[in-house]
């Protein structure tokens, strides 16, 4: 699912000889690389119109720079919550909140607009939350809140994703959760999937052809509180969840013959800002920001690749216009960071350095978008 960055690359030769000799300068062809293509941002509430909605953007590859697609928002379901885009670049799957549902579009190649597929919205549990699709793009995982349901237990909706896009649930579909489980995640390998709720976290061992879910021996596991979020690290077996009251970031260390979890040294890590919420963690694996609910700023911190750990990184929290972030996305190259801001109804841009810090893309922010953008998810094409 992640892809580490790729540069034009020129090799010059020169050939030298005797008196009358002459150089020869021979160039390659440059190497494709992955770039960011389109962005598209769920927005949770409405305009006095009603009209929940997708906003699509075209991303500058180069810049970074978005620029609004033309025409109004795409239309989606209640209480949109969260958003993803497959891995083969040609769908978009939205999680709406309040209609129990998840919306389904293609994506037009050139012009990034958004068309409902067929029998979309489809029915998910009680409140479906932060969604995640299986690296071979064949499964997608919502997790259902279960929030004011009577028999109070949360879910995982598992689909089977086709060739066309089209959601179909798996056998045994949904799975059990937790009470309140919020947020799901899938390992780098693509062989655990974990969700969260607020005092624990669960992993499943995924059957990648059927899409059923197993749970693994020793879950549910402790070491969160009030988890909103959660993210892997896709070089290596980590896993870390926000603890949104307590200001902290739980990390673990995923076993990967079993899925089991230990908490990392030092772990929960302390969060600067208020109400830590959003996390992403970059395509390199080696730096991972948090959005807060309550502060007008993000969390940076390097990744150890050794041990997991997180160190704050020199400068951090970043300034940030507005709160709060629900949402944080990397362009697919590691040089551009998105944050959506929910108060403001615009989109955060940075270009980021070497060393992690964050600058302020020209024109940023951007927007508008609809009312309350909560979840943001960038396409990619070859270049």
């Known amino acids: ?120 919205p489809f029915p998910a549990g009680y409140n479906p939350g932060i969604i995640a699709i299986h690296p071979n793009g064949r499964l997608l995982f919502v ?36 009470s309140g489980a919020n947020a799901v995640a899938v390992d780098r390998t693509g062989k655990y999937l974990f ?7 669960f992993s499943y061992l995924i059957d990648a052809n059927t899409g059923k879910l197993t749970p693994s021996p020793k879950s549910p596991f402790s070491g969160i509180s009030s ?21 902290t970031l739980s990390g673990f260390h995923i076993d990967p013959s079993t ?13 600067p800002g208020k109400n830590p919420a959003s996390l992403a963690i970059s395509h390199s694996g080696r730096l991972l920001f948090v959005g807060h609910e309550l502060s007008a700023d993000v969390a940076g911190f390097s990744i150890d690749p050794q041990s997991g750990v997180p160190t704050p990184l020199a400068g951090s929290p970043f300034q940030v216009d507005g709160s709060p972030h629900n949402s944080i996305a990397f362009d697919p190259q590691d040089r551009f960071l ?11 841009a940075f270009q980021l350095s070497g060393s992690g810090d964050l600058i302020p893309i020209l024109g940023s922010p951007f927007g508008p978008t609809g009312a309350a953008p909560v979840a943001i998810a960038i396409s990619s094409a070859l270049e």
């Open 1 to 120: 699912m992640k892809i580490r960055p790729a540069w034009f690359v020129l090799t010059l030769a020169a050939l030298s000889g005797g008196c009358g000799s002459s150089s020869n300068v021979s160039k390659q062809p440059p190497q494709q690389q992955i770039v960011p293509k389109f962005a598209y941002v769920a927005n949770a509430t409405t305009f006095a119109d009603g009209y929940y909605s997708v906003s699509g953007f075209a991303v500058n590859p180069h810049t970074g720079v978005f620029a609004p697609m033309s025409g109004p928002p795409f239309p989606a379901g209640k209480g949109p919550m969260s958003i993803v885009v497959d891995p083969s670049n040609h769908y978009v799957y939205v999680s709406n909140r309040t209609d129990f549902n998840v919306s389904a579009y293609s994506i037009d190649n050139m012009s990034g607009s958004l068309t409902p597929l067929p029998g979309s």
């Open 143 to 178: 997790p259902n809140i279960n929030v004011n349901n009577p028999d109070s237990i949360g879910s995982i909706t598992v689909y089977t994703i086709a060739s066309t896009g089209i959601l179909t649930p798996v056998s045994g579909s949904p799975f059990p959760a937790g």
């Open 195 to 201: 969700a969260c709720n607020g005092s624990s976290v």
């Open 227 to 247: 988890a909103y979020d959660l993210a892997t690290d896709s070089t290596s077996d980590y896993l870390y969840v926000t603890n949104v009251q307590d200001n």
């Open 259 to 271: 899925g089991d979890l230990e908490p990392l040294p030092g772990s929960p890590f302390a969060v």
């Open 338 to 348: 998105y944050i959506a801001n929910s108060s403001l109804n615009s989109i955060s």
